[in-house]
């Protein structure tokens, strides 16, 4: 447990990963230490269960947001017993299994304020990424099928233009806090039953900033930042498939200490057709044919996604029979290549037969012959073996 490895380096991603960053490192990384994939291999099998816990974290909003405040002590309750938590000046240690040191911590800090995360990288003048910006957008199954442009409208929070993200007036720069000398924390002592703890609070002076804005600039109103309504086109590509998500490098908050801007995340809902159904990037339709093209064989018309095609459905096709149109289905997105679209006849029996419609069909009845069916005859000879003496 003490060479316990850092989730995100487990997973090879960066501490403000997208879901869909860590999914997809995550699946990388399963595959590759897999057990079945690596029979016997001890180092592979410690890796797999270390992925694991990993994404187990990492996916789950609530864990992960434990995890990036508090580290391992914030989400396994075990964790630090006997070896004191490090980095908070010890005297956790012995507390046994069953403390949950994650509610310890979020009482004696109060909980929530942002920037202490990550320990001794929580420099507040450090460059930081920008947050991400989410926004669904609600397609058709055609327009997924075949891609389309949508426009959208976000908020998001731009650097301010005015001050270049400082806050401070033009002409002047902001001043490192005396309190804090900059770093944006300060150290406390607090008597508790557990003996005196020393544990670091975000300055009060300059709001756990580090630096302090005489005169703000009056754009931003020394926020740094602007709430920015922006409307863009975004390209969906051809093939995409309900719930899935593109990220727009660089379209989301501004960053922060000059650090990168976050990412647009831009969610797709597909509405459902009401005549093709799709699984991945195959396509579902049922197709309803008449007792006579069944039994003689017919043209018939079928919808693709890509227009209507005729499809000569063979002399004595049994309803409930699919049959594959190889590469009509849905696009590959950024691929070369389609999946392909199945049909399924059902034969619909007629309803509401006239008097001479009986009649005839009556007579056409009685003309068949055992031979006639196939399904019949067996079912037939099975009876019989049965009930023989
Ligand atoms: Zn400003
Ligand atoms: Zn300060």
Same mark, same amino acid.
């Given at each position: 447990m003490a060479d316990k490895r850092d989730y995100y380096e487990v997973l090879g991603i960066? $501490? =403000?990963?997208s879901d869909d960053e860590i999914k997809s490192a995550y699946r990388k990384k399963a595959k590759k230490y897999h057990p079945d994939l690596n029979p016997g291999d001890k180092e592979a099998e410690e890796k797999f269960k270390e992925v694991n816990e990993a994404y187990e974290i990492l996916s789950d909003k609530e864990k992960r947001a434990r995890y990036d405040q508090f580290g391992f002590a914030g989400v396994d309750? @075990?964790?630090?017993?006997?070896?004191?938590?490090?980095?908070?000046? =010890? =005297?956790?240690?012995?507390?046994?299994?069953?403390?949950?040191l994650g509610d310890i911590f979020g009482d004696l800090f109060g909980?929530?304020?942002?920037?202490?995360?990550?320990g001794s990288r929580a420099n507040p003048n450090a460059p930081r990424k920008g947050n991400n910006v989410r926004v669904s957008v609600g397609i058709s199954f055609m327009e997924a099928v075949h891609g389309c442009k949508k426009t959208i409208t976000i908020n998001r929070q731009d650097t301010?233009? &005015?001050?270049g993200g400082s806050g401070?007036?033009?002409?002047t720069t902001p001043e490192t806090c005396p309190d804090c000398r900059g770093t944006g924390r300060v150290t406390i002592q607090q008597r508790t039953p557990f003996g005196v703890i020393q544990s670091q609070q975000p300055c009060s002076r300059c709001g756990g900033k580090g630096k302090i804005v005489k005169t703000p600039c009056n754009h931003c109103r020394g926020t740094g930042r602007v709430n920015t309504k922006k409307t863009l086109e975004v390209n969906i590509p051809a093939g995409i498939d309900d719930d899935q998500q593109l990220a727009l490098r660089g379209m989301g908050d501004g960053g922060v200490n000059g650090g990168p801007n976050g990412d647009l995340i831009v969610i797709v809902t597909v509405r459902p057709d009401p005549m093709f159904q799709r699984d991945g990037y195959d396509v579902y339709i049922t197709v309803p044919i008449t007792f006579s093209q069944a039994v003689m064989g017919a043209e018939v018309v079928v919808p693709t996604v890509d227009g209507k095609v005729q499809y000569p459905?063979? &002399?004595g096709t049994q309803s409930g029979t699919t049959f594959r149109l190889r590469g009509k289905g849905v696009p590959y997105v950024g691929g070369k290549g389609r999946g392909d679209q199945y049909v399924k006849v059902n034969v619909e029996i007629p309803k509401k037969l006239t008097r001479a419609q009986r009649d005839a069909l009556k007579a056409f009845e009685d003309t068949? $012959? %055992? %031979? @006639?069916y196939e399904q019949r005859k067996g079912f037939f000879k099975k009876l019989k073996d049965m009930f023989k003496d």
């Open positions: 960066a $501490k =403000g990963a309750p @075990n964790y630090g017993a006997g070896q004191g938590a490090g980095g908070f000046g =010890g =005297g956790f240690g012995g507390f046994g299994g069953s403390v949950d909980g929530g304020f942002g920037g202490f995360g990550g301010c233009p &005015e001050c401070a007036a033009r002409g459905v063979p &002399e068949l $012959k %055992d %031979d @006639n």
